[in-house]
DNA sequence: GTAGTTGCAAACTTTTTGCTACCCA
DNA sequence: TGGGTAGCAAAAAGTTTGCAACTAC
């Protein structure tokens, strides 16, 4: 949605050791505990560089950002269980008119990683529209 | 994580307006948009106002708010396909070891609301550590 | 050598909050 | 009438960006 591709890429020091810091934890850190991780092996690395660099990493498909793909929130008049459809090109989102799993909520309880109140599905993909205009473009 | 949580509510004017539109589109509007809407009805209305109220609406279970639960991004070392586990006291995120259920993306492609790509699922509950510290705690 | 990258700082965007006046129950 | 709520504006929090110096290839 916003988001620098050059093309093509240095391995600098800062870099990889964001790269390391980022795989070397399984606790889905925020870029400030990144940035605060870095600064112990790099003590003048800058907030720019680990956005700048989290940015490409996650443009070369080596990490993955866990947001709604947008820097504010949407707001749902419905309450109610329900998946979602959210387009890659325009951010619509739409609802999905199919039944609400439970068997997936007893799956994840199975696995012992907490107790599981509710659930969220979203599917990410092109929306009708930017479907139809993509075709036509070609 | 965050959010006032007043004992008693009000139906103030504002507050019923703001819901009205959130309950009469489908688009998962952002805060600005619903403030914009509002506005046509409410000439002065603020800003602060209309995410006051969405904070108590979401708070009372009226409306839902399409985010991770908090303002800022995580990230992920491993951006291969898996499922996580958010938790609602302490906002830990932890891998879930459940297979990804490419049927789900078939049965959702099935419903012509545009092409899939990908999906993402997360579960929500408590994890072990703060379940263990509410058994405790009482 | 040169184009991508850095640190720094300022700017930007979205959301929250302090305060006084207000008004719903 | 009292306490939750409004408007306003300033602050906070997270993220992006312009720029000159630097560096990986």
Known sequence: MYQNKPRMQ???KQRRVI???LRSTDIHP????IY????EIIPDISLGTVYRNLGILKAQGEIAEL???ST???YDGNPHPHYHHVCLECGRIADLPMPVRQDLEEEARA????SVLYHRLEFYGLC????????KEG
């Open 111 to 114: 696995k012992g990683c907490g």
């Open 72 to 74: 504010y929130s949407r």
């Open 67 to 69: 947001n709604y793909g």
């Open 128 to 135: 009708p529209q930017c479907q139809r205009k993509r075709e």
């Open 36 to 39: 605060a991780k870095a600064r």
């Open 10 to 12: 240095r391995m600098t």
């Open 19 to 21: 790269l390391e810091i």
């Open 30 to 33: 925020t870029a400030d505990w």
